[in-house]
């Protein structure tokens, strides 16, 4: 059977799409420009504190990284925590990662209220050691959250490592047992729906082309020109994620967009598929370049990576098919003879500190730099943003940190030099 160039989740999807708002208002307290998890959760914060929203996405509801992902729930931040110390200091941190553990509760308390069947389960993370500098590392890390934040994490040495996943390539690993695995198709479905249920509009198809801010009886507004007609916004969020367009052309300027992709085997037999993740954890390695795999609820091995950089494009898909297989058979050289019924890909926003980003932007909100944590972290963000448009104290440590531009050649649009970046992450996972 060739394999299926389409997303796995999504064949995985029962709930009802969405009814998409027809006509868009002519004005709102608050436009949202993206429906995936960061524009639908701060949409259904919004409109159940009772301000008019409408949503605009130029696709469908979760087309973006949102649907895409490994549905990895994930705490702590892309940075490892001695560097983020040195970076913005102890205070700073310690808030950055409180609230990354906040995010995991967040995801949790929305599946649980809004009833979104989405196998979310609190299964815990291992990453794993791909050299034995990386193992030694773990017992710094893991001491420092213990005393910082009062976090515990659990070092594996490599004598113990088939008790968390059949693969004896590793060096050992290292886990978090808060870290939590869902369907994100299901979930960013289950979250449109509660959006539309507490009253915010959906409107699918619907391409900002333009924002520009108006000025009428001294009241300051935007005035949005979508695919659909025009549309007058109080407030405007921009939750685009590394799919921003020119439209918000400040934004666009800082966000790196990397592809990554993903492959999706046969369902494999139960035994097997325990030999290969006995604790089913959420498991990405240490690399700079890293494969992030996962067993899915029918036991098919969901396994990812940045085999192309470029963002996803019929013929990087394809390509990614192949090198992935054979990242895969490096782990699980158990999976030779295993069929990979699926691949697909999707597009990451990095931003050139790789850390996120909120606050505003040309008078604007905005979130975005989730990289590969942004199931959890979207979510949150998108939460805060519309606890401060509803006039709550900023608490969000990410806003106001230095947000550099991309350099040119690695922005939207120009992402020439994506594949030197690729460059030198393998350079750098040969080197440390
Ligand atoms: C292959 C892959 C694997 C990943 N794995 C994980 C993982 O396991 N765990 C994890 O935590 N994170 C993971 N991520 C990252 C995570 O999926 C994203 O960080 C998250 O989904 C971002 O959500 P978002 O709402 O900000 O953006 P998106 O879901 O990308 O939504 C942005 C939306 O904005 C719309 N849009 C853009 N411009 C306009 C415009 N002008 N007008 C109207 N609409 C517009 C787009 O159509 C898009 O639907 C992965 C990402 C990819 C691609």
Redesign the pocket.
């Known amino acids: 059977m060739p394999i299926k160039e389409k997303n796995y989740w999504l064949e995985t999807v029962t709930v009802p799409a969405p009814q998409p708002a027809h006509d868009l208002p002519d004005s709102v307290d608050v436009a949202i420009?993206?429906?995936?998890?960061?524009?639908?959760s701060a949409a259904r914060t919004l409109a159940r504190r009772g301000l008019s929203v409408a949503v605009?996405?130029?696709?469908t509801?979760?087309?973006?990284?949102?649907?895409?992902?490994?549905?990895?729930?994930?705490t702590g931040m892309k940075l490892p925590v001695p560097t983020l110390m040195k970076r913005y200091g102890k205070e700073t941190v310690r808030k950055m990662y409180a609230a990354s553990l906040d995010t995991i509760d967040c995801v949790e308390q929305i599946v649980r209220e809004e009833k979104i069947d989405c196998d979310f389960s609190r299964c815990g993370h291992l990453e794993v050691a791909c050299k034995q500098a990386h193992f030694d590392g773990y017992e710094e890390t893991a001491a420092l959250v213990k005393r910082e934040f009062n976090h515990g994490l659990r070092i594996i040495p490599k004598s113990e490592l088939r008790g968390e996943i059949g693969s004896d390539i590793y060096f050992g690993g290292m886990v978090d047992e808060t870290s939590a695995g869902l369907n994100?198709a299901r979930y960013?479905a289950g979250l449109a729906l509660a959006a539309q249920r507490a009253g915010a509009g959906l409107h699918d198809h619907?391409?900002?082309?333009s924002v520009e801010p108006e000025t009428k009886n001294g009241a300051h507004k935007f005035r949005l020109q979508?695919s659909k007609g025009a549309i007058i916004a109080r407030e405007v969020l921009l939750?685009?994620?590394?799919?921003?367009?020119a439209?918000?052309p400040a934004l666009r300027k800082k966000i790196i967009p990397i592809?990554?992709?993903?492959i999706a085997t046969e369902i494999l037999p139960a035994g097997l598929a325990r030999e290969l993740s006995p604790r089913n954890r959420?498991i990405y390695d240490s690399k700079h370049f890293l494969y992030?795999y996962r067993l899915t609820p029918d036991n098919r091995m969901l396994f990812?990576g940045r085999a192309a950089f470029f963002p996803e494009t019929e013929n990087t898909v394809r390509q990614s098919a192949e090198i992935l297989r054979r990242g895969m058979i490096g782990v699980y050289p158990q999976l030779r003879d295993t069929r990979v019924e699926f691949v697909?890909?999707?597009?990451?926003?990095f931003t050139l500190d790789v850390m996120p980003h909120a606050g505003k932007i040309d008078g604007m909100y905005f979130?975005?730099g989730?990289?590969?944590?942004?199931?959890?972290?979207?979510t949150w963000f998108?939460a805060k943003l519309a606890g401060l448009i509803c006039g709550e104290p900023n608490d969000i440590p990410f806003d106001g940190i230095k947000f550099s531009a991309a350099p040119i050649g690695l922005r939207s649009g120009h992402t020439w030099a994506l594949p030197l970046a690729g460059a030198w992450y393998r350079i750098l996972d040969f080197l440390t």
């Open positions: 420009v993206g429906g995936g998890f960061c524009g639908l605009l996405e130029a696709q509801f979760g087309w973006g990284a949102s649907s895409r992902n490994g549905g990895m729930v994930l994100p960013v619907t391409l900002v082309s979508t939750a685009s994620g590394a799919y921003t367009t439209a918000t592809g990554s992709y993903i959420m992030y990812g697909w890909g999707g597009t990451l926003d979130a975005a989730f990289a590969g944590h942004g199931v959890a972290a979207a998108g």
